[in-house]
């Protein structure tokens, strides 16, 4: 028995059935896109220093890596200093420094979750300590007691990072919906273009205030306004110039390749270092990465080199810019070469003469 036609003005059922499917895709996609980076994060080789004799250090690090095989990176210092050094760098995310004076440093903001796993071991540490002297004959209670020290914290409006960390999924959605409507709204190359770079310093300027004001961000003002809008400009840039040169289906590259890929694995809630390799350090080449990286550092780590973030956030922006340019040349070329509705009855009327 054949299928009833459908009724006029409804949906045949094989397209709802199907788009339906899709939905339950996109969706599926989104969760786990975005759960996926969190259930497989696990500490791996997180650089921190160990300051102190040589002999010494080397025990350490062997103890380290019997108690916790692959989460630490160790790296041999002099002294005390050498070691607060790279993690104001933010080469290291802490460090164990050894000695008459034990000490466990930590940089709360670089990491809280590996600072709260190096105040751990400062437990484990005392015992060493306190065996070590005991094997010396030293009193018991005589040895020196493990001073636990945040080298770079937090700061007290943000005393667990959160807003920091937060704020990079509005900057994503930011870039998208700003890309998204000038693509859909705006027409003329100039015009884009102008609406792009209005957008972004605007965008710039009033999200850093708001992050400021909200206790977010700590660096100067104008270098976290222009992080922000090179973030905005770089990925509704590159949706305006993908729409530009593809028409309609431009748009899905905003939500493909920044919300679904880029976005999850940014590393703005946790050390690159906990993400499985290489999506971690592949995260820090996109705006959502590359932007959470630098806030950071503009906020908390002012010696640290930031020319990386600086460059792939500024790549970004120029691919978008050079997008909307090449979909304006191709599209204006196309326009030059094709013949236009009344040119071809002229034609005509010339070959009907000859």
């Not at 020290?149 to 700061?155: A, C, G, H, I």
């Amino acid at each position: 028995m054949n299928a009833l036609p459908p009724r006029p003005g409804t949906t045949p059922w094989p397209r709802t059935l199907g788009l339906t499917l899709g939905l339950v895709a996109l969706v599926s996609a989104l969760v786990l896109a975005f759960l996926w980076p969190s259930v497989t994060a696990d500490p791996r080789d997180l650089p921190i220093a160990v300051a102190g004799p040589a002999e010494q250090v080397t025990q350490v690090e062997a103890g380290l890596e019997a108690s916790s095989p692959g989460v630490l990176d160790v790296t041999a210092v002099a002294d005390r200093s050498e070691a607060v050094a790279l993690v104001e760098a933010r080469d290291a995310y802490g460090a164990i420094v050894l000695g008459p004076a034990p000490e466990i440093l930590t940089a709360s903001a670089a990491s809280p979750v590996v600072a709260q796993l190096l105040g751990e071991r400062a437990t484990a540490l005392q015992v060493q300590v306190d065996a070590a002297a005991a094997a010396h004959g030293a009193p018991v209670g005589s040895a020196p007691t493990v001073v636990l020290t945040d080298v770079v914290p937090l700061s007290p409006d943000d005393a667990r990072g959160t807003t920091l960390a937060a704020a990079t999924f509005p900057l994503v959605l930011g870039g998208l919906v700003g890309g998204v409507a000038i693509a859909l709204v705006v027409r003329g190359t100039g015009r884009r273009l102008a609406g792009l770079g209005a957008y972004a310093v605007g965008g710039g300027l009033m999200i850093a205030a708001i992050l400021h004001g909200m206790g977010g961000l700590h660096g100067a003002f104008l270098a976290d306004s222009a992080a922000v809008a090179l973030t905005l400009l770089g990925i509704s840039g590159t949706i305006v110039g993908a729409t530009t040169i593809l028409g309609r289906p431009g748009l899905a590259v905003g939500p493909v390749v920044f919300l679904l890929f880029a976005n999850p694995i940014s590393a703005a809630a946790m050390p690159v270092e906990m993400l499985l390799s290489p999506w971690g350090a592949m995260g820090q080449w996109f705006p959502p990465g590359a932007s959470a990286t630098l806030l950071r550092t503009l906020s908390y780590f002012p010696g640290a080199d930031a020319s990386f973030p600086w460059l792939v956030l500024g790549g970004w922006a120029v691919l978008g810019v050079g997008l909307v340019l090449a979909g304006s040349v191709r599209g204006g070329t196309s326009r030059s070469t094709a013949p236009t509705a009344t040119s071809a009855p002229a034609v005509d009327a010339l070959a009907t003469v000859h």
